[in-house]
């Protein structure tokens, strides 16, 4: 999989229409990928702009008749133009952050303001288990100084390993019993079934307070996009 290829199916991967063997293969190009991160990052940032910004309506047939042939005279008369261009392999992530920006420019000058949400929302990232037991302190740091805060901890690739049934922390303690403690105060643990696939490992070692999404890539773009979550990763 290479960034022309990425580029390709990212909206598709965003919306979780890929099937498995290639929606693995565009969360492994993004892994490795810092670019095409960049980009993929500057998608969710539109996509969940425009969510929380516009209202849903759908097009009128006329409007829809016009964008059309637009778009099928412009295909006949370029047919790969746009697709050879450098900046669709470089520049989406740029390009989406500019829209979103104007999408609330464009709120603030209607007067409606920037929306406001209102719970603050924050999906963690965790990708390897070396930074379990730093993503658990500073998790536990966060609920101190902002207790309403809405937490989601999203596992891949490594990162699985500290929801796993035994899994200890470098000092012998089991990451169970303080997974445990942070699930009663509201925290969510979400754990990616790709991985476990992958990797062969069996759902049912995955401790009981954590629940298992078919790809943590998917899962966090989804936080975002469709349900406001700020991102950080540890």
Same mark, same amino acid.
């Given at each position: 999989m290479n960034c022309t290829d990425t580029t390709?199916?990212?909206n598709a991967y965003s919306d979780g229409e890929l099937e498995l063997a290639m929606s693995l293969a565009v969360e492994e190009h993004l892994e490795s990928c810092a670019r095409c991160r960049g980009s993929f990052a500057g998608l969710q940032a539109v996509r969940g702009a425009i969510g929380r910004g516009c209202e849903f309506q759908a097009a009128p047939e006329s409007l829809r008749s016009r964008v059309r042939a637009g778009l099928d005279g412009e295909c006949a008369r370029?047919?790969?133009a746009l697709l050879r261009s450098p900046l669709a392999v470089a520049a989406p992530g740029l390009v989406a952050l500019v829209l979103a920006g104007w999408l609330v420019v464009a709120e603030v000058m209607k007067g409606a303001g920037p929306p406001v949400a209102a719970q603050t929302r924050v999906v963690y990232h965790v990708s390897s288990s070396d930074?379990?037991?730093? %993503?658990l302190r500073n998790l536990a740091n966060h609920l101190q100084a902002a207790p309403g805060v809405?937490?989601?901890v999203v596992a891949h690739n490594n990162g699985v390993d500290f929801l796993l049934r035994g %899994?200890?922390?470098q000092s012998n303690r089991l990451y169970e019993a303080e997974v445990k403690r942070l699930s009663q105060r509201g925290v969510e643990f979400r754990v990616c079934y790709n991985t476990l696939e992958r990797r062969q490992i069996a759902s049912s070692e995955v401790i009981t307070e954590a629940t298992l999404v078919p790809s943590g890539i998917a899962e966090i773009g989804r936080l975002q996009s469709r349900e406001g979550y700020v991102y950080m990763r540890l």
């Open positions: 390709r199916l990212m370029r047919p790969w930074t379990a037991s730093a %993503a809405k937490v989601v %899994a200890r922390d």
